[in-house]
């Protein structure tokens, strides 16, 4: 067959799989480009590329704005969350888990999730009253948790952890904390995923919106009681203490009882501190905390260090990191101690 022949093959099959898509995209799905992430044009070529001349690239089926597989098989994976079987929610959460979204080098994949159902169906995951689904659902915080991190550029990655906030995640997330209150692995996700979205607000007004909204929730209740069951667990108290550090509003006309410096986490903060005050950045997330109380509600601080008999921790604590200048856990401590005697 000789050359010529076989374009004008190429060119008619060409014309009929433009026609078939046309038709099909009549008759069974109508969708606008918008709905899917337009991939660059690429084109199928029905014999290999060294076989064409540059000069016969008119003898190609060139498809644009076509939904690439990749994005079909997602939407599908979202829908599917919806599915009322707890095993097969898990099979799905196990697939979307392996995408790795909370890395920095699958941002592109992470961005092709805006604008779908995923956080709306994985609140509605949390909000199984199942008592059952503990395993699930610690895997539901885990890929919310990889859907939510920072990383890299702050401002592109403030989409997801505003969503949730936006569609009440907060309620849901801290419900599903309390009916596993003893379940280890769902409190110290449960607070790295409030950490995570504690993180993404910016401005006071959004602070103090988002304090409300754990107020409402009861959220710092269980956050206290997941504190003070799990104390060996780094990351839960890491992520605790990040979503009171996140919370705290420079605005001195506020009252004490509308800030989160309240006096029932000062206790098992400073139980913390005192085993862990070595970590550096466990270390700097409490003294902040406590020296922006101590800016607003010196009484009550200065009572639970002295019931604490904390005042030497405090001593240490400023000795320990003496001697490292660019960190100023030394100075906010040594602040803190100067509520305390006055």
């Not at 014999?47 to 498809?63: F, Q």
């Not at 690439?68 to 707890?86: C, G, V, Y």
């Not at 959004?206 to 009861?218: G, K, P, Q």
Request: hydrophobic share 35%.
């Amino acid at each position: 067959m000789n050359r010529s022949t076989r374009s004008n093959r190429i060119r008619k099959r060409s014309i009929m799989l433009t026609r078939r898509a046309r038709n099909k995209n009549n008759h069974i799905r109508k969708r606008v480009i918008d709905d899917y992430i337009t991939p660059q044009k690429k084109r199928t070529r029905f014999k290999e590329d060294s076989d064409l001349d540059d000069d016969n690239n008119d003898d190609v089926l060139v498809i644009v704005n076509a939904p690439t597989p990749a994005n079909q098989f997602i939407e599908i994976q979202i829908k599917m969350l919806l599915d009322e079987d707890t095993s097969k929610l898990q099979n799905i959460l196990d697939v979307l888990l392996e995408l790795r979204l909370h890395k920095s080098e699958h941002v592109d994949a992470r961005k092709a999730l805006e604008n779908t159902n995923i956080c709306q169906n994985l609140i509605k995951i949390m909000s199984l009253d199942d008592e059952n689904s503990g395993e699930l659902q610690s895997k539901v915080f885990l890929f919310a948790y990889h859907l939510t991190f920072v990383c890299g550029n702050t401002n592109s990655h403030q989409y997801f952890p505003r969503c949730f906030i936006e569609k009440d995640a907060i309620e849901a997330i801290t419900k599903v904390m309390k009916q596993f209150p003893r379940n280890e692995i769902i409190q110290q996700r449960g607070c790295s995923l409030l950490a995570n979205l504690t993180y993404s607000i910016d401005g006071d007004d959004d602070v103090i919106f988002t304090e409300e909204l754990f107020h409402l929730s009861n959220s710092f209740t269980i956050i206290c009681n997941a504190m003070k069951e799990f104390t060996e667990n780094v990351k839960l108290q890491f992520g605790a203490i990040a979503i009171l550090c996140d919370l705290i509003v420079e605005d001195p006309s506020r009252s004490e009882n509308d800030t989160v410096g309240q006096v029932t986490f000062i206790a098992p903060i400073l139980d913390v501190l005192e085993k862990y005050y070595s970590n550096t950045a466990l270390a700097t997330n409490i003294i902040y905390f406590l020296w922006n109380v101590a800016e607003r509600n010196q009484e009550d601080l200065k009572t639970h260090i002295l019931e604490k008999k904390a005042t030497n921790l405090l001593a240490k604590v400023e000795s320990y990191y003496k001697d490292d200048p660019e960190n100023e856990v030394s100075k906010r401590a040594a602040s803190v101690l100067k509520v305390i005697y006055k």
